[in-house]
């Protein structure tokens, strides 16, 4: 917590921010925050609902005067990305974000901020707890498991909700609009590998790719930034002449972020491979000088160990990788400068007689979801991996003759003197879900500007979240009538 931080105005945004960041709140974990969200609406004296998942709903009437507006349904999710620097010691379990100031930004120490998406969550708290602004009936829905799979989404109840528009407050520009969203999906292999003694003679390091941006797979994946994983494999690679054999790599950590740190050791049947690795990450560095100059490649001798992989497993597992697609897929055809089909390969783990893999693919197109979702799964599967294509999710389709859409965009070019950016995003949104389930919806995204989200760099604009707060007041204020 930060004492600082809630200093900064609006001030009942930032202490309801400061107040949620108190609480821990990992995906699979949200009961200390379901319970925060059902205390915040129950002592407020609203009618505050948690159904059998942990949504939380919370609804309010409308002030003297709006009751002739259509009800506004406020959503943000509550679950938060948990990602740590390698040094920075710190238990998510347990412990609050510790969050600071650093010049126009609010920043956490050595972790991610949560202001994804607890900016959303703060603002729509301040709305419900205000006594002084007049404002249209009004439910709150907080929504759990946003980042490992939307699994709150999923699970909303029909009928429960009486609202005809959704503001999801879970866009992470200022100046945007979302109105459009990719849908996603997880490849995950898993493969049993033999193991064999350490050959005699051979001599054993570990190797650690570190000091990658990592960020969003979605809104960061067109920035071609390093993942830790493919560049691991590619220093794996540089020793195939040496017999390397693998040993165990932890790689990534989470399914929706751009890995950032990956962590091995080896074998080799001579010191020699220190010349071939030391070639292969000044190449690495050169290729990523610009999207990603901090990048850090070491190479360090250790005591050699009992078991290592066999040569035919080791050969397998690398080539798949190598082989497996990670980046840009395709651009949209019909939204300039989006990204339509991506793929990140998230995770990799290699131990004890386990190889793991994860990713995720996304799209605006539910065929080409599937489709690079087989493309990424092919070499695992030729390599003898069992291949599972998991947590489908869909897209939401842009619908450009919206009302409430019209009612930004005119707010915001009145109060702002700028034309707003309307687009779809490259990202998960529960938008495309919630509107499966309530298909007469009215809906649209926005909020404040954060940048490097699902990253220990995440950070959001002190600016930012002043202006989103004062659009956010006069959007309500100008909800359509009923």
């Known amino acids: 917590m930060s004492n600082e931080t809630r200093k900064l105005e609006p001030k009942v945004v930032w202490n309801h921010f400061e107040d949620l960041n108190a609480v821990p709140r990992p995906s699979k974990k949200e009961e200390r925050v379901i319970a925060f969200a059902k205390k915040f609406g129950e002592d407020l004296g609203l009618d505050t609902y948690v159904d059998p998942v942990g949504n939380v709903m919370i609804k309010k009437p409308s002030s003297v005067g709006m009751e002739d507006r259509q009800t506004v349904i406020l959503q943000a999710h509550l679950d938060m990305v948990h990602q740590k620097n390698a040094d920075t010691e710190f238990d998510f379990d347990t412990q609050g974000i510790q969050s600071y100031i650093d010049g126009d ?8 901020l949560g202001a994804d998406n607890g900016m959303g969550v703060a603002a729509i708290m301040a709305l419900f707890s205000s006594t002084d602004l007049k404002l249209p009936a009004m439910e709150a829905l907080f929504t759990i498991d946003e980042e490992t799979g939307m699994t709150g989404a999923f699970e909303v109840e029909k009928g429960k909700l009486e609202g005809t528009i959704l503001l999801n407050l879970d866009t992470e520009d200022d100046d945007e609009f979302s109105i ?53 494999n590619r220093l794996m690679l540089a020793g195939k002449e040496h017999d390397l054999r693998i040993v165990e790599i932890n790689g990534g950590s989470l399914r929706n972020a ?7 050791t080896v074998v080799v049947k001579s010191g020699a491979y220190k010349n071939s690795f030391d070639a292969a990450a000044n190449d690495l560095k050169g290729e990523f000088k610009l999207q990603d100059e901090n990048l850090n490649i070491e190479l360090e001798a250790t005591d050699n160990p009992s078991k290592v992989m066999s040569a035919a497993d080791t050969e397998k597992i690398t080539l798949a990788i190598a082989a497996c697609y990670n980046g840009v897929f395709c651009m949209s055809s019909a939204i300039k400068g989006l990204v339509e089909t991506s793929s990140s390969l998230a995770r990799i783990i290699v131990k004890d007689g386990e190889f793991v893999s994860q990713s995720l693919q996304r799209s605006s197109v539910d065929t080409a979801k599937h489709d690079v979702a087989q ?21 939401w389709a842009p619908n450009p003759t919206s009302e409430i859409l019209t009612v930004l965009e005119s707010t915001y070019k009145e109060m702002f003197k700028e034309e707003p950016k309307v687009m779809a995003i490259h990202a998960g949104l529960e938008c495309g879900i919630l509107g499966e389930r309530y298909p007469d919806l009215d809906m649209i995204s926005f909020g404040p500007t954060i940048k490097n989200p699902h990253s220990p760099d995440e950070m959001v604009g002190i600016a930012s979240v002043q202006k989103f707060w004062k659009f956010l007041l006069e959007v309500m204020a100008r909800t359509p009538k009923k």
Request: glycine letters at 16%; aromatic letters at 8%; proline letters at 4%.
């Open 105 to 112: 930004w609010v920043k956490a120490r050595g972790t991610t």
């Open 180 to 232: 459009g969203c990719a849908g996603g999906i997880d490849t995950n292999t898993k493969y049993s590998y033999a193991q064999e003694d350490c050959p005699v003679g051979y001599v054993a390091y570990k190797i650690t790719v570190n000091g990658l941006k990592g960020g969003h797979s979605g809104v960061d994946i067109d920035l071609e930034r390093g993942n830790a994983n493919k560049i691991m």
């Open 258 to 264: 751009i890995p950032r740190e990956s962590f091995a």
């Open 375 to 395: 493309t990424v799964g092919a070499p695992f599967k030729l390599m003898g991996c069992d291949v599972s294509h998991d947590g489908s999710y869909p897209g």
